[in-house]
């Protein structure tokens, strides 16, 4: 088994045993719901990693990578409900099974459990793993929130673009990786150092999400291909476009986006081609390359014995391939 299919086992199985059975069980039966549809566990696998580099103990480390993943799933829940999406992990979201106030009371509760489970730890990591807890909370809200403001800006830059997904996706994981250094008292600088190659791979991640949402194939990515264009969604290419287009590509663009076919088809692929001949397509890919660097770099410049680096850089693989 390798490395992360048995942190995966070790945290699913902790999960299973630190399933809320409270009452009323309104409220908490689709906190249960969210947390058992599935999903890779990244974020708290990256926990459990993190410790495991820094020499601490493994087990140590469960109840935090539990706050973790019970804190993401909890923002995928206030997440369905802005985006009003029927389905989530192929099934039907806590807002469509249940109805809205509970969806709200359950993600509200699963955000309070996240941060009694900290309290387990002793007071000086309790303080700081809380403090981290806060700042990243804070920028996950502002991240949406850009998010939701992006469909009504008349102007979105790559800059903003880039700072919503920082903010929105991958200052979760560096968290997720900050975590496991501070309960392993990894020093100050260790923790910032893990923290940035979080943040690189979440954005990675996100940009792997824009390119593949167009030019991947469903097996990959599990979803409609093209699903982003059909909703005019202002990903990087998008974004790329409007900064960047001749004025051709920009009147071709602007013709596409007013237009909501029944069969999307020639919408997609009139898109593609701008994104193909904007250099759009080009510009991400060199993002992520250069991204993809970044953490290599990072990874390499960081003070830990060759087989804790070597470690890393086979979750670094897994994750740039999508192999999980």
């Known amino acids: 088994m390798s490395k992360f299919n048995s942190y995966q086992k070790l945290f699913l199985d902790y999960l299973e045993s630190n399933l809320p059975d409270n009452s009323p069980k309104s409220l908490y039966d689709p906190t249960r719901y969210i947390l058992t549809l599935g999903g890779k566990r990244i974020r ?17 480390a469960l109840p935090a990578a539990l706050a973790i993943e019970i804190f993401h799933n909890f923002s995928l829940v206030h997440d369905d409900i802005m985006d009003n999406a029927p389905l989530r992990r192929g099934k039907e979201t806590v807002h469509k099974k249940w109805n809205l106030n509970t969806a709200i009371l359950s993600g509200d509760v699963m955000l309070i459990w996240s941060y009694e489970i900290l309290q387990q730890y002793s007071s000086e990591i309790s303080v700081s793993l809380t403090k981290l807890f806060s700042q990243t909370a804070r920028k996950v809200c502002e991240g949406q929130q850009l998010d939701i403001d992006f469909p009504i800006k008349s102007k979105v830059s790559i800059e903003d673009y880039m700072k919503m997904i920082e903010y929105k996706t991958a200052v979760l994981i560096g968290c997720s990786l900050s975590v496991g250094a501070i309960i392993s008292n990894a020093s100050l600088n260790q923790i910032a150092e893990i923290n940035s190659i979080g943040i690189d791979i979440g954005l990675i991640f996100q940009l792997q999400d824009d390119y593949l949402d167009v030019f991947g194939s469903i097996s990959k990515i599990g979803k409609q291909i093209g699903g982003d264009i059909i909703e005019n969604k202002k990903t990087f290419l998008h974004v790329y476009v409007l900064e960047n287009g001749s004025e051709n590509e920009l009147k071709d663009f602007d013709y596409w986006l007013k237009l909501n076919p029944k069969d999307p088809r020639n919408k997609i692929l009139g898109i593609t081609d701008i994104y193909n001949s904007s250099g759009a397509t080009k510009a991400i890919k060199n993002k992520i390359k250069i991204l993809i660097k970044s953490v290599y770099h990072k990874i390499e410049n960081l003070k830990l014995e060759k087989s804790k680096k070597k470690l890393i850089f086979s979750f670094f693989e897994k994750i740039k391939n999508r192999d999980f």
């Open 44 to 60: 708290p696998i990256f926990t459990l990693m993190s410790v495991d580099i820094f020499n601490g103990n493994i087990k140590d």
